[in-house]
């Protein structure tokens, strides 16, 4: 028989919880003296604590904890059970981390509305480019299409025995159902695309608002939001062709020496 502080530390667990299980009929001592209140405990009862600190911090309630307890359910059955509610903690973990992060992208954001970007209005010049297509399901997925979608552009081209020539290039479409069509392009001037690419001409742009951005594109999102605004300040419109990422220098193990150019076509 273990005193309360005694079965406590061998639990991992407070006299105040043991205290709380007692009271509400979740762990009840062996023994209890009469003449001084002291709770005794024995080595057997840590079956029943281990299946209820974990239950418990697996997210079930005390009533549910104790219904499943009391249930005497098997120690496979109850694997299952931990083993699925710890891949709903799993999911929900990854969900709000999500969330997180698109807080803080958008705070951020809010943080740089006021900071001033250089702009250029210039022509496009027309490019033949090779390029490879998919479809994202928002602006924000964009970015976990577009990385895999150039290497696989890239694959197929240097299938071919193609040169990957001057900067990579990719190109969005809005759709009014809130997908995006994304492009990734390379300029190309041969016959033989690779498998699953094709070649497209890119046409001229007479006018074009743009920007460069420097380092990684983590934020390249609050660039964009900039080159509108200052759009819009210079009495500018879209012209509803697709914006376009020109990715000048972009060394894979130096992200932070990057440059990428913003092209929007204009009215």
């Known amino acids: 028989m273990f005193t309360i502080g005694e079965f406590a530390r061998l639990?991992?667990?407070?006299?105040?919880m043991l205290r709380h299980y007692d009271a509400t009929g979740l762990l009840e001592p062996t023994y209890v003296d009469p003449f001084t209140g002291r709770r005794s405990?024995?080595?057997?009862?840590?079956s029943r604590l281990n299946r209820l600190v974990a239950l418990k911090d697996l997210g079930f309630s005390l009533e549910?904890?104790?219904?499943?307890?009391?249930?005497?359910?098997?120690?496979?059955?109850?694997?299952?059970m931990l083993r699925l509610r710890r891949a709903e903690l799993v999911e929900q973990i990854a969900t709000d981390r999500s969330r997180l992060d698109r807080v803080e992208r958008r705070l951020r954001t809010i943080e740089k509305e006021h900071d001033m970007i250089e702009t250029t209005v210039t022509t496009l010049p027309a490019?033949?480019?090779?390029?490879?297509?998919?479809?994202?399901?928002?602006?924000?997925?964009?970015?976990?299409?577009?990385?895999?979608?150039?290497?696989?552009?890239?694959g197929a081209l240097a299938a071919t025995g193609a040169p990957l020539?001057?900067?990579?290039?990719?190109?969005?479409?809005?759709?009014?159902d809130g997908t995006v069509g994304v492009h990734a392009a390379f300029p190309f001037d041969g016959d033989d695309p690779g498998q699953g690419n094709t070649v497209t001409e890119l046409p001229e742009v007479p006018r074009a608002i743009t920007t460069q951005h420097f380092?990684?594109?983590?934020?390249?999102?609050?660039?964009?939001?900039?080159?509108?605004?200052?759009?819009?300040?210079?009495?500018?419109?879209?012209?509803?062709?697709?914006?376009?990422?020109?990715?000048?220098?972009?060394?894979?193990?130096d992200p932070g020496s990057w440059v990428t150019a913003l092209q929007w076509p204009v009215d």
Not at 41 to 46: H, R, T
Not at 137 to 149: F, K, M, R, Y
Not at 165 to 176: G, P, T
């Open 127 to 154: 490019v033949r480019v090779a390029e490879r297509r998919a479809t994202a399901e928002s602006l924000e997925a964009v970015g976990a299409v577009i990385q895999p979608l150039f290497g696989e552009l890239a």
């Open 41 to 46: 405990y024995a080595a057997a009862q840590l």
């Open 11 to 16: 639990g991992n667990v407070s006299v105040r």
């Open 215 to 253: 380092g990684p594109l983590d934020d390249v999102a609050d660039v964009w939001q900039a080159l509108g605004a200052a759009m819009e300040q210079h009495g500018l419109a879209p012209s509803g062709a697709s914006a376009r990422e020109v990715y000048l220098h972009m060394p894979m193990d």
């Open 165 to 176: 020539r001057d900067s990579a290039i990719a190109f969005y479409d809005l759709h009014d």
């Open 64 to 80: 549910q904890v104790g219904q499943i307890l009391d249930d005497a359910v098997g120690a496979e059955e109850l694997r299952g």
